[in-house]
């Protein structure tokens, strides 16, 4: 089963940018065979679903998050990335990275994936 290991969390300003990067490993399927998302989670709340890439690069966003958050992903390096653009002050949480093969997809939420990462944290000062 594949292994996740996620960085870059840290702390930001707000209106400034991050990179997380999860880097993948240990499976005998290929990578690029893999769902990937992003999840975040803060204290006393449900796991929330940020954004996905599908094995054909297709993606998609929480309305939260459309139009500043990119996922991409580069199979040669077995790792998805999440550029995190103009960070508001709702956006601190424990980040995780998740992966499935099938069924592909944020709708599916956190039960959907079975694979997970340790989390990487990231917060925003005003």
């Known amino acids: 089963q594949v292994r996740l290991v996620e960085s870059g969390g840290g702390s930001v300003q707000s209106g400034g940018s991050l990179v997380l990067s999860c880097a993948a490993s240990g499976s005998e399927l290929m990578y690029s065979t893999y769902c990937m998302a992003w999840f975040r989670q803060v204290p006393g709340k449900e796991r929330e679903g940020v954004a996905d890439?599908?094995?054909?690069?297709?993606?998609s966003y929480v309305d939260s998050v459309e139009g500043r958050f990119t996922i991409s992903r580069v199979n040669a390096k077995n790792t998805v990335y999440l550029q995190m653009n103009s960070l508001r002050p709702e956006d601190p949480a424990m980040y995780y990275c998740?992966?499935?093969?099938?069924?592909?997809?944020?709708?599916?939420?956190?039960?959907?994936?079975?694979?997970w990462g340790q989390g990487t944290q990231v917060t925003v000062s005003s």
């Open positions: 890439i599908d094995r054909d690069s297709r993606t």
């Open positions: 998740a992966a499935v093969i099938f069924p592909c997809g944020l709708y599916t939420g956190p039960r959907g994936y079975n694979t």
